[in-house]
């Protein structure tokens, strides 16, 4: 029996079908089985970031009218084992999925996969209580701004009101010069704020523009931050025990004493 | 914590802790469902109630809302002048 993950944010534009993404290759990588769900209908995009977006045939939509059998809707993800997609609708609206529908595919899904990941829309209406009806666990993405912060909290609050738990927070596009420098909130005023788990720390990563470009998820390069913060994150989601480093830039001085307290 | 010369001097406060600051206000109202017009009011009110007892500037007092733990507490910071002698005034 699999986990059910709403990877959700309240605002747009803060990463989450990037971390979704990510997180599905790195599961896979890991040797995990997952599916990567899809729950932004109308303008979906998971298959365009994983680059699978020229083998969609069916949708959820279809699956839901009955046009296909559910394990015909996942299309396979030929770079590793393990990893598949159900696309979302282009030509429908969130409207035309009911709640109770989507749960139903997630318990499909959960009886067949470790990891079953819903992309969910930006926004707290339909889309959101579709994304997350058959969710057992969520993880929270959210920036360092003011706004991503604002609105994940509210998403907090509807999780938490809906009985999803664990709620895990991804701290995505941190810059741990803006940090060092006090322009930018660090992880503890995040979560001194939210109030949740943090379960990692994605920092600001020029990679994501090329691999979204070229739809080859981040994590399939090993060297790049990000695909490395995307990597542990998976691993704790897989109940790895692993800490989460200390990206601030620090000055010289505080390197310094690190360096000889270290020893 | 890479502390500039004009920090060091207390020139700017850092814009982190500005967003820190005005993030937790807003969003304690946002999580108890309050709005200015609900503070204004009740600042309002509280004053009209305080003036019976002491001597203040209503424009001197400053209300807010704040998270401790799990609890909110309502912070209001009144400087007063005097109290009134005797009982409170009718």
Redesign the interface.
């Given at each position: 029996m699999g986990k059910v993950i709403v990877v959700t944010s309240g605002k747009g534009g803060v990463g989450k079908t990037t971390s979704t993404a990510n997180l599905g290759t790195a599961l896979a990588l890991l040797g995990k089985t997952v599916v990567v769900v899809d729950a932004d209908v109308g303008l979906r995009n998971l298959d365009i970031v994983m680059g699978l977006e020229s083998r969609i045939v069916y949708t959820s939509m279809d699956v839901i009218d009955k046009q296909c059998e559910l394990s015909k809707a996942l299309v396979k993800d030929r770079r590793v084992d393990g990893l598949t997609l159900l696309a979302a609708s282009q030509k429908n609206n969130k409207d035309d999925i009911q709640p109770e529908q989507m749960k139903a595919i997630c318990d499909k899904l959960r009886s067949e996969h470790d990891f079953v990941l819903i992309d969910s829309p930006a926004g707290i209406e339909r889309g959101f209580s579709n994304a997350s009806a058959g969710a057992d666990e969520a993880i929270v993405v959210t920036t360092p701004?003011?706004s991503a912060?604002?609105d994940a909290?509210?998403i907090i609050?509807l999780l938490q009101h809906a009985g999803i738990e664990p709620i895990n927070l991804v701290l995505n596009r941190f810059s741990p010069e803006l940090?060092?420098?006090?322009?930018?909130?660090?992880q503890e005023?995040v979560l001194?704020?939210l109030n949740i788990d943090l379960i990692g720390i994605v920092p600001e990563d020029t990679g994501v523009i090329t691999s979204t470009n070229r739809g080859i998820p981040l994590v399939y390069e090993d060297a790049s931050p990000g695909s490395q913060a995307y990597m542990r994150i998976a691993r704790r989601l897989t109940g790895q025990r692993i800490p989460i480093p200390d990206l601030e830039?620090?000055?010289l001085l505080?390197n310094i004493v690190n360096w000889f307290r270290n020893r | 914590?890479?502390?500039?010369l004009r920090?060091l001097f207390g020139r700017k406060p850092?814009?982190?802790?500005i967003?820190?600051q005005?993030?937790?206000l807003?969003?304690t109202q946002?999580?108890l469902d309050v709005d200015d017009r609900f503070m204004t009011r009740l600042h309002h009110e509280l004053a009209e109630v305080l003036a019976k007892y002491f001597e203040f500037s209503v424009n001197s007092v400053s209300m807010s809302l704040k998270q401790e733990g799990n609890s909110y507490v309502l912070v209001a910071d009144i400087p007063y002048k005097k109290f009134h002698d005797g009982n409170a005034r009718q």
């Open positions: 701004d003011v912060i604002r909290d509210r609050g940090v060092g420098n006090g322009s930018m909130m660090d005023d001194d704020i830039h620090k000055g505080t | 914590m890479n502390i500039s920090q850092k814009s982190s802790s967003a820190k005005r993030l937790k807003v969003i946002d999580r």
